[in-house]
């Protein structure tokens, strides 16, 4: 039902490159990869280029998949602040747990589709690799972690 990924983000600098999510706290951060927690189930929402992604820090059977899990394991971003963490529930009011994955020459971005917000809100996922963050940031050049290499795992 899914696919079963590494994100790597391709920002420049030196530093840590892997997206990874933490089950116990929700964080979201950059780590090597081979990092506990930087592995991902990609599973397709029904939309074209649409997923979400659940950390699978502890492993989650495809007939497993739920809408709701006793720890945070989806990918949220919020674009009203620009925070990506891992939430419990694809239901409201988590709804920036859904990603469009646009593909564009040797990288790929992905822009969360959360509800409501303005036209120019923070929606690409972007990971500081000098830092090992990860935020949302609007559209612009000037982000280079906004582009990343799906690795299948």
Not at 37 to 57: D, I, R, S
Not at 63 to 76: H, K
Not at 131 to 143: D, E, H, N, P, W
Request: aromatic letters at 10%; proline letters at 4%; a negative charge.
């Amino acid at each position: 039902m899914g696919e079963l990924i590494r994100l790597r983000c391709e920002g420049d600098g030196s530093g840590k490159r892997f997206l990874c999510g933490n089950i116990e706290t929700g964080h979201v951060s950059l780590k090597s990869g081979t990092a506990v927690g930087t592995k991902w189930l990609m599973v397709p929402t029904g939309g074209t280029n649409e997923f979400k992604f659940l950390c699978t820090e502890v492993f989650i059977p495809d007939f497993l998949i739920t809408s709701t899990f006793d720890q945070p394991v989806y990918l949220d971003g919020n674009i009203f602040n620009g925070e990506v963490k891992l939430v419990n529930t694809t239901e409201p009011p988590f709804t920036g747990t859904r990603w469009f994955k646009a593909e564009g020459g040797e990288s790929t971005s992905f822009t969360c589709l959360g509800a409501g917000g303005e036209a120019d809100a923070p929606r690409l996922l972007d990971g500081w690799v000098g830092m090992g963050t990860v935020q949302l940031r609007q559209a612009a050049a000037i982000f280079t972690g906004t582009k990343w290499t799906v690795v299948n795992v």
